[in-house]
């Protein structure tokens, strides 16, 4: 199956920046999309940004112009570059990834890292 293993989530202050990155790992035949979504406290999970395997990329609205989303599809990692941080970004930061995981099978499945807080706080 496929792991994905998140890091770089932790505390900052407003106007602050942090970078998480994630590293799938397993059997991966190929990844379509990988991404960040966000859950915070009494919210349901959303969209944070998504890229594709030809590097074409989504923001949700709210993060437009202060995070930025790349991959290294060679080594399998997604980053998140997240500058200009608000306390409204502070939640529990899940690394995503669209990715098939046989080669038996061209089916593709989602797969979630086990996520990793980001706090922004006054």
Known sequence: QVQLVESGGGLVQPGGSLRLSCAASGTIVSINFMGWYRQAPGK??????????????????????????SRDNAKKTVDLQMNSLKPEDTAV???NCNARP?????????????GTQVTVFL
């Open 44 to 69: 349901e999970r959303e969209m944070v940004a998504v890229i594709s395997s030809s590097g074409r990329t989504n923001y949700v609205d709210s993060v437009k112009g202060r995070f930025t989303i």
């Open 93 to 95: 930061y899940y690394c």
């Open 102 to 114: 046989s080669y038996y099978s061209g089916d593709y499945y989602d797969f979630w890292g086990q």
